[in-house]
């Protein structure tokens, strides 16, 4: 293994095993953290799936499968499938997805985003949701999303960003460094899980940074959506 494949390695378990370690608390901290914000995101980007066709939707490091069993209710014709590496959080998700009734129509799969075990161009739509960040590379992640999309297809990705505006920048980093950190570590009990996150957000790449790597990955039409002031984006693109 080379130097960098370790780093990325390396970075792949961690991140792993912090999700796993914060599984339970991750959506009640999620909902809090973001001031009940991440709804909206979400039914924002489930918005972005109506002018596409939709027979099947992938939700990549689904996690609990919040937008995967949104998606199952908001298209119940559509065949959804949600894959992540964190057995974990797959598990809290089936049982979501049963309580919300939409275990039939949610297959969650344990998996590598950056190796997905499907074949070329069978999804209509692909959707991911706060993950860009944890990846080890998001060149090869928008390449193999290119890669198992039918032709014409949509992804959407949902963000955590910095504001634009420098005033805004500097309460958010200050929220993000000191209230994300000390709520969520203590509600959690994963300081080093809430020392990474944010800190995650403040070294991750502009939108405009991110749009010409997907366009160098394939992604036509690309689509920037700066919500909420800025601290989160949804960005789309059609498989060219």
């Not at 961690?14 to 009940?36: E, K, P």
């Not at 065949?79 to 959080?89: A, I, K, P, Q, S």
Request: hydrophobic share 40%.
């Amino acid at each position: 293994m080379g130097a960098s494949e370790g780093i990325g390695y390396n970075k792949a378990v961690y991140v792993c095993r912090m999700f796993a370690s914060i599984a339970r608390r991750y959506d009640l901290l999620n909902a809090v953290l973001s001031l009940g914000c991440d709804r909206g995101w979400r039914r924002f980007v489930m918005a972005r799936i109506s002018d596409v066709p939709h027979e099947s939707i992938l939700d990549l490091a689904t996690g609990t499968g919040k937008i995967a069993l949104l998606a199952a209710r908001c298209y119940p014709e559509s065949t959804v499938v949600g894959v992540d590496f964190c057995l974990e959080m797959l598990t809290i998700g089936d049982k979501q997805a049963d309580k919300n009734r939409v275990g039939e129509k949610v297959h969650l799969l344990q998996g590598d985003a950056l190796r997905l075990p499907f074949h070329d161009g069978i999804f209509d739509c692909l959707t991911i949701g706060f993950a860009l960040r944890n990846v080890t590379s998001i060149a090869s992640l928008f390449s193999e999303m290119a890669r198992v999309t039918k032709p014409g297809g949509k992804m959407i990705s949902l963000e955590l960003t910095r504001p634009s505006n420098r005033l805004l920048e500097y309460a958010h980093k200050l929220y993000i460094k000191i209230v994300i950190r000390c709520i969520g570590g203590i509600v959690s009990g994963k300081w080093d899980a809430y020392t990474y996150l944010p800190q995650s957000i403040l070294e991750f790449p502009s939108p405009q940074e991110v749009k010409k790597v997907m366009e160098a990955a394939g992604w036509r039409d690309v689509k920037i959506y700066r919500l909420t002031f800025g601290v989160a984006t949804v960005q789309t693109g059609i498989k060219g």
